[in-house]
């Protein structure tokens, strides 16, 4: 339910009910696979997962545990079924090479943090935040939205969000960002890797509290570049799909206004939140 909720916050317009569903299957792969790299795989097991992506190829994966060959069944079978639905509904053939590029960047992302993990290594925040962008699963998520709302998909628009342009890397940001601040003391207990506020600590010698802060100056700085860009630049994608990358970082903030609203953590309010806009009437 968590993740369907992300993604009526993304894409609420009645005509995309198709994307829901889509993008719904899209962010539990990314629940679950991140869940793979941060608790359960060993870094052995995770670099032969992360070539298996990359190849692409179901033939690879027998030297997996058998969870990592149900999640990359599950993740190659989810690619295969919008790719066809792609060529089935508007003829176009190459959707699949892009998002399977998209996944394969994602798990090198995830794949760098395992190894920082693994080697008690803290980034600079600077460095952090060349991995971490991509590492929030947002350019993946936006590809496939533009894969599922577009109507012609063209080969300029999947060349657009393939290259990762201004629009997503800034909602990309300040989810990433937003995330950070919502992360608790036992996510990393557990084996995720240090966040942008304990990079700045330690790199600044400064307080949490002061770290916090930060977060929440650089968070306001790359939304005025977002709504700059929004309005300044030209795109190869419809007005839906920049919609779409600005409702990714409003939806960040709404779901980790007062925590991790994903998953674990404050599962009241988010409950709360589902029964109000999906389950209860309007009074």
Known sequence: MDNFFWTVGVIFEPDFGYSRRMSTMVNALITTIDDVYDVYGTLDELELFTDAVERGDATTIEQLPDYMKLCFLALHNSINEMAFDALRDQGVGMVISYLKKAWANLRKTYLVEAKWYDNGYIPTLQEYMENAWISVA????????????????????????????????????????????????????????????????????????????????LIAQTWMKMNRDRFGNPHFVSDVFVGIAMNLAR?????????????????????ARVLSLIVDPIA
């Not at 939806?251 to 409950?271: D, L, P």
Request: net charge negative.
């Open 138 to 217: 947002a350019p993946v998520i936006l590809v496939h939205a533009y894969t599922s709302t577009a109507n012609p998909i063209t080969t300029e628009g999947l060349e657009f969000v393939k290259d990762y342009p201004n629009i997503i890397r800034w909602s990309s940001i300040i989810l990433r960002l937003a995330d950070d601040l919502g992360k608790s003391s036992d996510e990393l207990k557990r084996g995720d890797v240090h966040k942008s506020i304990q990079c700045y600590m330690h790199e600044a010698g400064v307080s949490e509290r002061e770290a916090c802060e930060h977060i929440h100056d």
């Open 251 to 271: 939806m960040s903030q709404c779901m980790y206004q007062f925590g991790e609203g994903h998953g674990h953590g404050v599962q009241e309010i988010t409950k």
